[in-house]
T-cell receptor, first 117, second 110 residues
């Protein structure tokens, strides 16, 4: 595809249910980020994958949140036992590898809007 | 890790005036400083970036300046137009992940 693809675009769930959010990065991009954005707020970092390195999970807010990236491509963010405060837009972004480990442009998906009732 | 702060949180300007947003960062090893624009209901998109080997970069009505000694960088928008109204995020990184500031809401008053 031409850009970062996220699914579902909208998800409404009941408190206590588990949800999975999917991100298809741009082909060949080695870096993948997940962010959470509540209404009118900034980009809250959740987790960062870079190539085959161990992911940076320092932003995950609780042990109910987990993410994996299979084969260095597709990533899934899982939220277990959802709470109302988990309601937000979850944004995924990918970035190509850069020479000498330098960062490059992030390409964001449209996001997955999660509503927990 | 890197800590990025933006100020002011909200900025209102008259159409045609200039807008300046400033960011500070904490990690002296950071060498890449992008700015992202997020319009209402849309995804953030890169508008300009600068690396530490230059002090200023321009692209039409926008420019970014970097002061590595003071560890701050600024976004300058000249001749503002209504379509410049958005949230602007600065970010910084070295060899690790990109760290974003909390964003600035820019409102251009027609």
């Amino acid at each position: 595809g031409a850009g970062v693809s996220q699914s579902p675009s909208n998800k409404v769930t009941e408190k206590g249910k588990d949800v999975e959010l999917r991100c298809d990065p741009i082909s060949g991009h080695t870096a993948l980020y997940w962010y959470r954005q509540s209404l009118g707020q900034g980009l809250e970092f959740l987790i960062y994958f870079q190539g085959n390195s161990a992911p940076d999970k320092s932003g995950l807010p609780s042990d109910r949140f987990s993410a994996e990236r299979t084969g260095g491509s597709v990533s899934t963010l899982t939220i277990q036992r959802t709470q109302q405060e988990d309601s937000a837009v979850y944004l995924c972004a990918s970035s190509p590898s850069q020479a000498s480990g330098r960062s490059g442009e992030l390409f964001f998906g449209e996001g997955s809007r999660l509503t927990v009732l | 890790g890197e800590n990025v702060e933006q100020h002011p949180s909200t900025l209102s300007v008259q159409e045609g005036d200039s807008a300046v947003i400033k960011c500070t960062y904490s990690d002296s090893a950071s060498n890449y400083f992008p700015w992202y624009k997020q319009e209402l209901g849309k995804r953030p998109q890169l508008i300009i970036d600068i690396r530490s080997n230059v002090g200023e970069k321009k692209d039409q009505r926008i420019a970014v300046t970097l002061n590595k000694t003071a560890k701050h960088f600024s976004l300058h928008i000249t001749e503002t137009q209504p379509e410049d109204s958005a949230v602007y995020f600065c970010a910084a990184s070295g060899n690790n992940r990109l760290a974003f500031g909390k964003g600035n809401q820019v409102v251009v008053i027609p």
